[in-house]
Each structure stands twice: as C-alpha cells, then as structure tokens.
C-alpha cells in the first residue's frame, strides 16, 4: 500500500505518470472509474480549493467524498500515542483511522503544524500517526508540505513552458501581515528541484531560509536532475532572466512561535510585492501563486490580472492532479 504523504517518496517518473494521467482527465473529466469508492476528508484547517477540487474530483470519477471537521461536525482526534486523554479530544487516532479505514477507500488529512515548537512541528507526526494507523492510503491535503499543491504547479508549469528541466524558476518570499506555514514554500522547492529546474530562492533576510531538511533535499534532487540551486537576498538579481516566479509568504524559523518579534523582522520587507518592475527584468516569466493571495500585498492587480500569471490555472490543475492520485493509489488505471 502505497500513501501520497510528500513527493519525496515519489519518483519523478511516477510523478510524470500521474501528471500525463491528469492531463487526460482535464481533456474528459467525468469518468465513473471510481464507482463505489469514497475518500474522507478530515479538515483541521480551512479550505476552499483543497475541500473543492477533492469532493469534486471523487465525484467527477462516481466515487463520494465524505467532508469531516474533527472538533466541530466530528469527534475532536487526539494524535499522541500513549496519550492520556484528559482534554478536548473525545477520540483517539487509533480508532479513528481504523473507523475510516473500513468505511472509505481512502483517507485525507489537512492539518497545519501547531506554530509553537519547530522541531516537533518539522517531523510532520500527524499525517504520519494517521498513516500509521490506516490500512488504506492516506494523502497529504497540506501539513509541513503541500504534495497536491506541487503536482498543481508542476502540471501548470509544463503547460506554459513545456520541459521544465534547465528552466529558471524564481521562488521569491513576499511579505504578510503574518507569519504563514512554509508548507508550499517547501514544496515548490521540492517539485522544482524534482525536475531539475535551475532554482533562485529569494529571501529578505537568511533568517527566512527553509529548513534544512527541504533545502538538503532540494539541493540533492537538483544536482541528480541537471538542475541548481541558489539563495540571494538580491531582488535585481534574482529576477533577471527568470522564467517562472513563484511567490509565497512564510515565517522565519528562528522566531517560529513568536509572532510579534518576528513582525519586527519582516516589517521593513513590503517592497517584496511581486509588482510590474520587477516582472520587467525576467524572461518573459509566468507567474503563479497557490492562493489565496492578498492583492496588492503580495502581489499587485497588474501582476495578478496579466496574461502571464497562472494562478487560476494552477488552482484548476488541482482537481486534475488529485484525480490523478486517487486512480493511482487505488490502483485503478485511466482506461
């Protein structure tokens, strides 16, 4: 049994296969292959594509979606082995993973990382207790990576540019009222390095560097891929010549957990908009962004309404890409 809990378990030819996959079912969406099967979707979070493109999909393939929201129209799910459940939660994962797995076919978790301790939150135990619990395929709808949301790039980025191998991809930082999960950030440095795209990742301040598990990961994917990685705080630089630009907010690690002084660190950084100007020094570059996105914060309406920005694109792409993994982890192929 094989679970979609990040891409670094996958192989960029399986990745491939699930991107040409889902370029078929975005030709013929409506195909009963999954007749009779289900998916549950457990929401810690909230959501608008994640929730939609799911249900969607699972529908589109005649199979049903059953939507969950542990703590509110469920069960609060404590996560903890050996926990001594003396608080909110009224049921453990054990049991709740061994419930779903006998009524649904598969199993999906949104759980965002808790933003007080990042050295608990970078091993990702949710989704792995989960996993470890389910006897049916689990897939990440986003904790400390987004894996859904890289296949949505990917497939968007080859439709724009074709092979993506020795492109210039710019995944720049922009600025937030707050720190934000570096979840998608993590996964665009995944999914590029993956292909062996050449990677600039912009940031205002070093403090802003990914976490060493992604940045070793990423830098290993791109060297066997053909591909480079490199990190400016260079605005100027980082955009000239670049052909995809990726733009996400995140928190600095160093200050995981303590919002206030980490806006101190960010509140000279507005001047990271993705804006014209800087659109302007790259080659002819598409745009994209996972949504939702704060116009005008991080990226200005002229970006955002240009015919190169993707971001409505790479959203779509997500009902295709999840149909895609369904088929494949229940083993059903696209006929």
């Known amino acids: 049994m094989q679970h979609f809990l990040t891409t670094a378990d996958w192989s960029a030819q399986a990745i491939n296969q699930l991107l040409a996959t889902a370029s078929e079912l975005k ?12 998916i549950a979707l457990l929401f810690l979070n909230p959501s608008l594509r994640t929730r939609t493109s799911f249900e969607l999909g699972m529908q589109q393939l005649g199979g049903l979606a059953v939507v969950l929201q542990p703590g509110q129209d469920a069960w609060g799910i404590e996560f903890r082995p050996g926990a001594v459940m003396d608080g ?20 999906a978790l949104r759980a965002f990382p808790g933003f007080k301790d990042w050295q608990q939150d970078r091993e990702d135990r949710l989704i792995r207790t989960l996993a470890r619990y389910s006897v049916v ?5 986003e904790t400390i990576v987004h894996p859904c949301q890289e296949l949505a790039l990917l497939m968007t ?3 724009r540019l074709g092979t993506l191998q020795g492109k210039r991809f710019l995944l720049t930082w922009t600025w937030h009222p707050r720190p934000l999960n570096t979840a998608v950030a993590n996964s665009a440095l995944l999914a590029a390095s993956k292909f062996g ?13 990914l976490d060493e598990q992604f940045m070793d990961l990423a830098g290993r994917q791109a060297a066997a891929g053909g591909g480079s990685l490199s990190v400016t705080t260079d605005i100027q630089r980082a955009y000239s010549g670049a052909e995809a630009v990726y733009a996400k ?34 080659d002819n570059a ?19 309404d240009a015919d190169y ?27």
Not at 197 to 206: A, F
Not at 309 to 335: F, I, S, T
């Open 309 to 335: 920005c993707a971001a409505l694109d790479e959203a779509e792409n997500r009902l295709h890409v999840q149909k895609a993994l369904m088929l494949e982890l229940l083993g059903v192929k696209y006929q």
């Open 157 to 159: 980025l080859r439709e």
């Open 197 to 209: 795209m050449d990677i600039t990742l912009l940031l205002p301040d070093e403090q802003y560097l």
């Open 137 to 141: 395929p689990v897939i990440n709808m």
């Open 286 to 304: 598409v745009f994209s962004h996972c949504l939702p996105l704060r116009r005008n914060i991080k990226a200005t309406d002229e970006v955002m």
């Open 27 to 38: 030709a013929n969406p409506c195909q009963a292959l999954l007749r009779g099967r289900s």
């Open 249 to 282: 907010s995140w928190g600095a690690l160093p200050f995981y957990g303590q919002p206030e002084r980490e806006f101190e660190l960010r509140a000279d950084y507005r001047h990271f908009i993705v804006d014209q100007e800087k659109m302007n020094l790259t």
């Open 88 to 107: 909110d939660a009224e049921e453990h994962i054990a049991e709740a993973a061994g419930v779903l797995s006998r009524y649904c076919d598969l199993i």
